[in-house]
């Protein structure tokens, strides 16, 4: 198994402009995230799924959209990037209940807004 | 007040040392609590779950205290390897799927 896996790994945006961060598990799990991790804030949570086609908002969703046609797919679109949203993007997924289950992150993917 | 709260640390220990992190939480309707363990600028894994009074494995020991609401992580005989930043993070059922991430806790083990 991959795992979870995010693309890309790396990306430098201008202010402004639109793009989607992948994440795609092959483990069959139901529940979905993404975090944004900056320093000295720890992992905040944006949006999240607890299967396909059933999304909802985390900690800091403005400027941030999501969906989940399928279970192995959450890509996070960023409509209009800004310089706020330099940080690093880790994906998640775990078995149903997440207050129970050990979450899988994917390596990350780094953005840099100019 | 960050609904997780960790000392940042770094906390600078010699091999073999035994150390301790705490970490407290406003909710008191947190129900289950983990460890993770991130080594810099990589993804976050799994160290340990807490969800009754404690859990043990190995060299780690983590406790949590509801009364006071806080977790503990105590790492026994320190190795260069533990050296990683701790997050502490909190579950609650009436948050549906949503984790609460503390802001970590960096650990430095020198020779």
């Known amino acids: 198994n991959a795992g979870v896996t995010q693309t890309p790994k790396f990306q430098v945006l201008k202010t402004g402009q639109s793009m989607t961060l992948q994440c795609a598990q092959d483990?069959?799990?139901?529940?979905m995230s993404w975090y944004r991790q900056d320093p000295g804030m720890g992992l905040r949570l944006i949006h999240y799924?607890?299967?396909?086609?059933?999304?909802d908002q985390g900690e800091v969703p403005n400027g941030y959209n999501v969906s989940r046609s399928t279970t192995e797919d959450f890509p996070l679109r960023l409509l209009s990037a800004a310089p706020s949203q330099t940080s690093v993007y880790f994906c998640?997924?775990?078995?149903?209940?997440?207050?129970?289950?050990?979450?899988?992150f994917g390596p990350g993917t780094r953005l840099t807004v100019l | 007040r960050k609904e997780v709260e960790q000392d940042p640390g770094p906390f600078n220990v010699p091999e073999g040392a035994t150390v301790a992190f705490n970490c407290t939480y406003s909710?008191?309707?947190?129900?289950?609590f983990f460890w993770y363990r991130q080594d810099c600028r990589k993804e976050p894994k799994l160290l340990m779950s807490?969800?009754?009074s404690g859990n043990e494995d190995g060299r780690f020991t983590a406790q949590l205290n509801r009364a006071s609401q806080y977790i503990s992580l105590l790492i026994r005989d320190s190795k260069l390897s533990d050296s990683a930043t701790y997050l502490c993070?909190?579950?609650?059922?009436?948050?549906?799927?949503?984790?609460?991430f503390g802001q970590g806790t960096e650990l430095s083990v020198k020779p």
């Open positions: 998640a997924s775990s078995l149903a209940d997440v207050s129970y289950n050990e979450q899988f």
């Open positions: 483990m069959n799990h139901e529940y």
């Open positions: 799924s607890v299967g396909a086609g059933i999304t």
């Open positions: 909710n008191s309707a947190s129900q289950s």
């Open positions: 807490v969800y009754s």
């Open positions: 993070v909190a579950a609650s059922y009436n948050q549906g799927g949503k984790l609460i």
